[in-house]
């Protein structure tokens, strides 16, 4: 069985991959408290016995709001604490995937797929940019987009923040001339599951099978669990970046090589998440 040693284990991409292909796979978490990728004697004493086929990097900083007032530490973690892993992976000469994220795009001119130009237009953008330009051409490359799954206590994805205002009966407003593709987790995890048995240092983008606004997110969530759609309203692009700048506006990603996977669509996948939750 392949051993796949990884961080981010316990945050809300990597704690649902584990779960998933934990049959599949041996996983070797290695949690911040165990060891911080910044600090690059504690990776190396860490790293240099660690007995593994393949490194999964899933940690990073990941409050995109957050970077814009905290740069320096953005780009400690997702740069710098890239490159401290990477070095001993590459010298031990283990495969390393390194997740990266859609907001590499400017959402200028879409569709963008694994060789569109990336043009990383805020902090948490550029200092993913920059793990990836560490990696490149020498470790696989997966890019996520606005990933979401039906449950995980710790963190609300974009859905679950939509579904909770919707069941407090607040009111929403979302954006009704942009674009996102939403991802869900468990097609993530179970193209991960391919790409692992077929490895190659290559870009690939695991995003859902269609892009769609904001706002019409949010209504096919309050559609699917008989939620007040009457609290949904619109707001655009131009206002909302006025509060939050640096969300791309067109965020239609999608792949060229995925022929191994069928991602779901939105839609799908609330369906998929709606039975999740019957069971749970
Ligand atoms: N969520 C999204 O919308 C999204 C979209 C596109 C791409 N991505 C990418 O997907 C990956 C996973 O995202 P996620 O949403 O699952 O992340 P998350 O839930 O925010 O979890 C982040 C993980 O990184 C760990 N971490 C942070 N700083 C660390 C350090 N200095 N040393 C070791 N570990 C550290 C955290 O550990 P603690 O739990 O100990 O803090 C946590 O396990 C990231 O690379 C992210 O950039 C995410």
Do not use: W
């Not at 599949?24 to 911080?36: A, H, N, R, T, V």
């Not at 060789?115 to 996520?144: C, H, L, T």
């Not at 919707?166 to 993530?188: G, H, M």
């Amino acid at each position: 069985m392949l051993k796949i040693a990884l961080t981010g284990a316990d945050g809300m991409v990597g704690s649902r991959i584990v779960e998933l292909l934990n049959p599949d796979f041996q996983f070797i978490p290695l949690y911040q408290s165990k060891m911080d990728i910044t600090e690059k004697p504690q990776v190396q004493k860490k790293l240099s016995n660690l007995d593994f086929d393949i490194f999964l990097h899933l940690a990073a900083y990941t409050n995109v709001a957050g970077a814009e007032q905290h740069k320096e530490l953005a780009y400690k973690i997702n740069r710098d604490g890239t490159r401290n892993i990477f070095e001993i992976v590459d010298n031990k000469k283990k495969k390393f995937i390194y997740v990266s994220s859609d907001f590499i795009f400017d959402g200028k001119n879409p569709p963008y797929f694994e060789d569109s130009k990336p043009n990383p237009q805020d902090v948490y953008a550029s200092s993913k940019y920059a793990g990836e330009k560490i990696v490149k051409d020498r470790a696989m490359i997966i890019r996520i987009a606005y990933p979401y799954r039906a449950d995980f206590a710790s963190k609300k994805d974009f859905f679950r923040t939509f579904k909770s205002l919707l069941e407090q009966n607040k009111r929403l407003v979302a954006i009704n001339d942009s674009l996102l593709t939403p991802t869900f987790i468990d097609d993530i995890a179970y193209c991960l599951k391919y790409l692992i048995n077929n490895f190659s240092p290559e870009i690939f983008h695991l995003v859902g099978s269609a892009p769609l606004s904001p706002y019409r997110a949010a209504i096919q969530i309050a559609d699917k669990f008989s939620l007040d759609k009457s609290l949904i309203g619109k707001t655009t692009h131009a206002e909302y970046v006025k509060l939050k700048p640096g969300l791309p506006k067109l965020s239609d990603i999608r792949s060229k090589k995925n022929n191994f996977y069928k991602m779901k669509s939105f839609k799908e996948g609330l369906s998929e998440i709606a039975k999740q939750l019957q069971n749970f």
